[in-house]
């Protein structure tokens, strides 16, 4: 597959932004933006018990916590990869949170959101996020 890039056992996708931590960014043709986090992550936090979203038509700056992911035994905090109003919880994990783990950058995403700035630069590309994952990856 040309349209990933594989470091070890982790997938990346190339058509979407990152975070350097973990989450990802898909722009929609509406101009909203999916955000779920990277195989790298939910492999990380291994088996996820539970969503827990903040309220739709709530504002949040870049860098704030948006999403909180737990697992049976971390915690992971998603945050706002710029100023953002959520739109949609993807209420389907509410029941089936292990789907983010079956499916991370498709139905695994987890909110989608409404930018309220232009300014990206938390987001890096599918390439700068590989190589996020293999420094960490060295540090095991």
Known sequence: ????????DYIVRKDRFYMKSHEWALEQADGTWL????????????EI????????????????VIVVVEA???TGDIYAPFDCTLIENNEKLDD??????????EEGYLIKIKPRSDD???????????KVIEAELDEL
Request: charged fraction near 30%; avoid cysteine.
């Open 1 to 8: 597959m040309t349209d990933v890039i594989k470091v070890n």
């Open 35 to 46: 955000m779920g986090i990277s195989d790298y992550a939910q492999k990380m936090l291994r």
């Open 49 to 64: 018990s539970y969503i827990q979203y903040e309220d739709v038509d709530e504002d949040f700056d870049a860098g704030e």
């Open 72 to 74: 049976l035994k971390a």
């Open 96 to 105: 089936e949170p292990e789907i983010v783990a079956q499916s991370p950058y």
């Open 120 to 130: 990206r630069s938390k987001l890096i590309t599918a390439e700068e996020y590989a």
